[in-house]
């Protein structure tokens, strides 16, 4: 009990370090009001915010504070939840993070539709299975004597350039270029490559299709999915913007940048060597003498930038790259079943899920509101280090990635940190917070209408996640 309790502690403490280092960021980072609510119910004022660098002071963090009274706690989130949203279903869950009790539900085991909250449980099961520092290799190899094979390790956030700071675009197919280029060279001078090269694409690590069926085809029309790749660049956007339109096929088009490159290193060196050809696929997994490779960021970094973001392409190439770490097939199924299991397997209740994808997109995903502040609390107290980092890589109130623009007042900046989800007619909003009283609380609340608004209800979510933040409750 005594090592219970210490680990305990210990996860408090990792939730109220990570809230801490969003207020840290919160003071480097200009305020926006919040926006409009995406419905045709009237929002209510905007919340007071802070201007640029005043600080705000985060309640006494202490692991013995009193826990909130339930039946308070219900009266001010019931009152809250309900508040500007007749017509809706709205449910959701809090549990106490120290203990894992739950204080708070609104039909909070009845699943839902989480939306992209569900990257949470890709979070948690990614870094698990695969470690926080884990890192994906693109390489490439010669086969024969004329074929360069450029082999996709699973990193969807290759970039171009040199040296890249930015998690998306860390490892550079430039780079790999030139190395390739040296290899090859070398390989001319043993006499064991000709002068002409083709190109050819080794996807393998993936299976199936490449699209969900689960998914609407509107999601690639309007740029929230492509096809899945274990290659791609920019999370298979067209440019490092962060708004720039996904490509078609993000594979391919990676490789058509390597092609160039590889092409302009072998005219700068002076070399005889030239490209043949368009990039095309192998035919299955290739075999050779490699040449050169390049290394991600690592997963920790990757799996904030997905959870900042909420970007459901690396979400997506996340669940593939679980099921793969457990041997199984690379495919969208498998995805979904494997971080199902992996979080099932850490003793958090999944009965009544159902996960049809990794990233939330799908209407058919079913979790309930009390299955991710689960999830939340056991990362946060668990005894691998990597899931207690959790909190540090959700979104900050008022400061970064989804939660820029949103619980930007002085009660909540910088203290809440949550992942968002939005879809139509489907709005979630499920994190952590501490209370006023100093408890460490994880929460998820979800909304659900019928009235063809994305997004619905927003502020219905940040007016809980206040009330909550700024309960003492006893």
């Not at 199936?208 to 689960?214: D, H, K, R, S, V």
């Not at 498998?334 to 299991?341: D, E, S």
Request: glycine share 10%.
């Amino acid at each position: 009990m005594k090592q219970a309790r210490q680990i305990m502690r210990m996860g408090v403490a990792a939730v109220v370090a990570g809230l801490v280092l969003g207020l840290v960021v919160f003071l480097l980072i200009p305020v926006a009001f919040p926006g409009p609510a995406p419905d045709s119910t009237p929002a209510p004022p905007a919340p007071e915010v802070l201007a640029a660098g005043e600080a705000t002071a985060l309640p006494p963090l202490d692991p013995e504070a009193p826990t909130p009274d339930t039946a308070a706690l219900k009266s001010t989130l019931d009152t809250a939840l309900t508040a500007g949203a007749a017509g809706a279903t709205v449910t959701g869950a809090v549990i106490d993070v120290a203990t894992g009790r739950e204080l708070y539900s609104r039909s909070g085991d009845e699943p839902g539709i989480p939306a992209s909250s569900l990257k949470v449980l890709t979070a948690i099961a990614a870094t698990h299975e695969l470690g926080e520092e884990h890192r994906f290799t693109t390489k490439t190899l010669l086969t024969g004597t004329d074929t360069v094979v450029l082999v996709g390790g699973g990193d969807v956030l290759l970039g171009t350039g040199k040296n890249s700071g930015a998690v998306s675009g860390r490892a550079s197919l430039d780079t790999l270029a030139q190395d390739t280029a040296k290899a090859l060279e070398k390989a001319q001078n043993a006499g064991t490559v000709g002068n002409k090269l083709r190109i050819e694409l080794d996807e393998s690590l993936f299976s199936g299709p490449a699209l969900n069926p689960a998914w609407d085809s509107s999601l690639v029309t309007t740029h929230n999915i492509s096809p899945i790749s274990p290659m791609a660049m920019y999370g298979a956007r067209a440019t490092a913007a962060p708004k720039a339109a996904r490509v078609a096929d993000p594979g391919l088009y990676a490789a058509a940048a390597f092609s160039r490159a590889l092409d302009a290193a072998l005219a700068d060196s002076g070399s005889k060597l030239t490209i043949s050809g368009e990039p095309t696929r192998t035919e299955g997994a290739a075999e050779g003498t490699e040449l050169a490779s390049v290394d991600s960021a690592t997963l920790g970094e990757q799996v904030r930038y997905m959870l900042e973001d909420s970007d459901n392409y690396v979400a997506e190439s996340l669940g593939r790259l679980v099921a793969v770490a457990r041997q199984e097939p690379g495919d969208h199924a498998h995805g979904a079943a494997a971080v199902g299991t992996v979080v099932e397997g850490l003793g958090i209740d999944t009965s009544k899920m159902a996960l049809v994808d990794t990233s939330g997109l799908a209407h058919s995903n079913r979790v309930s509101p009390l299955t991710l502040a689960s999830a939340l609390g056991y990362a946060a107290t668990s005894e691998h280090a990597s899931l207690r980092n959790l909190g540090y890589r959700l979104p900050v109130a008022g400061a970064t990635g989804t939660m820029s623009n949103r619980l930007g007042a002085q009660s909540t900046r910088g203290i809440v940190r949550a992942k968002t989800g939005s879809l139509l007619e489907v709005s979630s909003l499920s994190g952590l917070t501490v209370s006023r009283d100093g408890r460490a609380l994880a929460f998820s609340f979800f909304v659900h209408t019928t009235d063809g608004a994305i997004a619905p209800h927003k502020h219905v979510l940040d007016a809980a996640a206040a009330a909550l933040t700024g309960c003492g409750c006893r």
